[in-house]
C-alpha cells in the first residue's frame, strides 16, 4: 500500500494525509509527512526478541526519554510480549514486597505470600483498569487508541509501578509497629489512626505519578499514530496432476 494511504494521518495533529506528497509537510501543523510514515514505528525491541538486554533498554528508555520510545512504538501485531512484560515486571515487584516484608517486620511465610499475591494481582489490574480508562478517554477526544493499543501501552509502562510499591510498601511496613503514628505524634502534638490512614493514601498517590504520567506521553504519542499495512493475502492455487503427468 502507497504512504500516505487513505488512513494515513499527521501523528502530530491528526490531519489526513491522503492524497499528498510523501516528500512535503503537514498542511496543519507542518510536520514532516515522512515522519508520521508507520515505517518509523519499529520498536521496541522487545516486541521482537524479549531478553534481559531489551527489558533494560525499555526501562533505561522510560527514565531518560519516554516520548521517543513511544514515538517508536510499534502499534500493530500481537499483545503477547508487551502481557509477558506486565507480568515478569508484577511478579518482579512481588519478590521485592515479600522480602522487604520479610526483613522489615517479619510476618510469617503465610502472610507474606498472601500480601505478595495481593500485590502482583493489584500491579496486573490497577494496569487494565488503566487501559480501560485510556480508550474511553481517548473516544471522547476522537483519537485512535484501540484497547490493543492502550493495552501495550499500559504493560510497558507497568514498570513504573516499582517505585509506587517501593515508596507505599515502605510507609506501610514502617507504620506495622505503630512506628510513623509515633513519629507524628511526636512532632504536631496530636495524631491519630486515622491520620496515619489519610497520610498512606496520600503517599501512594503521589507514587503512583510516574505510571500516570508515562501513560499519559504513551497515549499523546500514539493518539494518531498510523500501524504498518497489513500484507494482501496471495492465495496459492495448488494445481492436482495425474500420476506420471507432468505439469
Avoid at 494518531?224 to 494482501?232: F, L, V
Wanted: charged share 15%.
Amino acid at each position: 500500500m502507497t504512504f500516505p494511504n487513505p488512513d494515513t494521518r499527521c501523528e502530530d495533529c491528526g490531519y489526513v494525509l491522503q492524497g499528498l506528497s510523501a516528500e512535503g509537510g503537514c498542511p496543519e501543523c507542518g510536520l514532516a509527512i515522512r515522519a508520521s510514515s508507520p515505517e518509523h514505528r519499529t520498536g521496541p525491541l522487545w516486541q521482537e526478541r524479549p531478553g534481559p538486554r531489551a527489558g533494560l533498554d525499555i526501562l533505561v528508555s522510560l527514565i531518560r526519554n519516554p516520548k521517543p520510545f513511544f514515538r517508536t512504538m510499534r502499534v500493530d501485531g500481537s499483545n503477547v510480549y508487551p502481557r509477558l512484560f506486565l507480568l515478569l515486571t508484577a511478579m518482579g515487584i512481588g519478590v521485592g514486597w515479600y522480602i522487604g516484608a520479610r526483613w522489615v517486620y517479619r510476618p510469617g511465610p503465610g502472610p507474606a505470600l498472601i500480601q505478595t499475591g495481593i500485590v502482583v494481582l493489584s500491579v496486573v489490574v490497577l494496569s487494565y483498569i488503566e487501559a480501560v480508562g485510556v480508550v474511553y478517554f481517548s473516544r471522547r477526544r476522537g483519537w485512535r487508541v484501540t484497547y490493543r493499543m492502550a493495552e501495550r501501552i499500559v504493560c510497558y509502562c507497568s514498570i513504573a509501578w516499582a517505585p509506587a510499591a517501593g515508596v507505599i510498601g515502605g510507609a506501610l511496613m514502617l507504620n506495622a509497629d505503630g512506628g510513623i503514628d509515633r513519629a507524628m505524634k511526636s512532632l504536631i502534638g496530636v495524631w491519630g489512626a486515622w491520620q496515619s490512614i489519610e497520610l498512606m493514601v496520600l503517599i501512594g498517590a503521589v507514587a503512583m505519578l510516574w505510571f500516570e504520567i508515562l501513560v499519559w506521553i504513551g497515549v499523546r504519542q500514539t493518539r494518531h499514530a498510523n500501524a504498518h499495512p497489513r500484507a494482501p493475502h496471495k492465495a496459492v492455487r495448488v494445481e492436482k496432476t495425474s500420476p506420471g503427468v507432468e505439469t
